[in-house]
């Protein structure tokens, strides 16, 4: 996705449920994806990535997935916990690039 | 620790005022970006180096700067600074351009008063 200045959408789930986070991109060319997770007041982290030529990844406890066909990608965190609770940006890459989305900020309830 | 390194953690300076935002990337990676996130946003991508020589530029305003030295550290200038430039900077690094993924500093805040 690209970040365009929107504010961040936001996701409250309750604690052992589980969360989907969805996302965007545009460019058809995107090769590579990465799901990020910035906490408060810390530099995002790489979670998960999958190539174009996947559609399916498994981490522990995340899942990306990819849909091609509508350019959409999405993280699935099984059984949330409170320290899931952050923002969490996917990245695609077209040729050397990386391009960021918006973000969404998830929230946990205990 | 990512590996990554931005100094000063916090920036306090009023505006019309310069300061500078020092990176150090992760060791062997040769490639240093920087990014804006201001308050509920995305990254905003300013500038990209690979090598000391600047590969890609994004939204960087001309009042912004920035260079990377030959041990690799790299420098973002702000210059006459405005309230709006209040913000978090953030410095990421990989092997090489659009290697897989990046890893980001913890960033600096800047406040503009």
């Known amino acids: 996705g690209e970040s365009v200045g929107l504010h961040l959408p936001t996701l409250s789930v309750q604690e052992g449920d589980n969360s989907i986070i969805n996302c965007a991109y545009s460019n058809s060319a995107s090769d590579y994806f990465i799901w990020y997770k910035q906490e408060s007041g810390k530099g995002p982290q790489f979670i998960i990535d999958i190539r174009s030529n996947m559609d399916k990844r498994q981490g522990q406890r995340v899942t990306v997935l990819l849909n091609k066909t509508v350019k959409h990608l999405s993280l699935q965190i099984a059984a949330t916990q409170p320290g899931d609770s952050a923002v969490y940006f996917c990245a695609d890459r077209t040729g050397n690039q990386f391009y960021f989305g918006t973000g969404t900020s998830l929230t946990v309830i205990p | 620790d990512s590996g990554v390194t931005q100094t000063p953690k916090h920036l306090i300076t009023a505006t019309g005022q310069r300061v500078t935002l020092r990176c150090s990337p992760r060791s062997g990676d040769l490639s240093v970006y920087w990014y804006q996130q201001s308050l509920d946003q995305g990254l905003q991508f300013l500038i990209q180096?690979?090598?000391?020589?600047?590969?890609a530029k994004g939204n960087i305003l001309e009042r912004f700067s920035a260079q990377q030295f030959p041990d690799l550290h790299s420098e973002l200038n702000l210059s006459s600074l405005e309230l709006g430039d209040s913000a978090l900077y953030f410095c990421?690094?990989?092997?090489?351009?659009?290697?897989?993924?990046?890893?980001f500093g913890s960033g600096t805040r800047l406040t503009v008063v």
């Open positions: 180096y690979y090598n000391g020589e600047e590969r």
């Open positions: 990421a690094s990989s092997v090489e351009p659009g290697h897989y993924g990046y890893t």
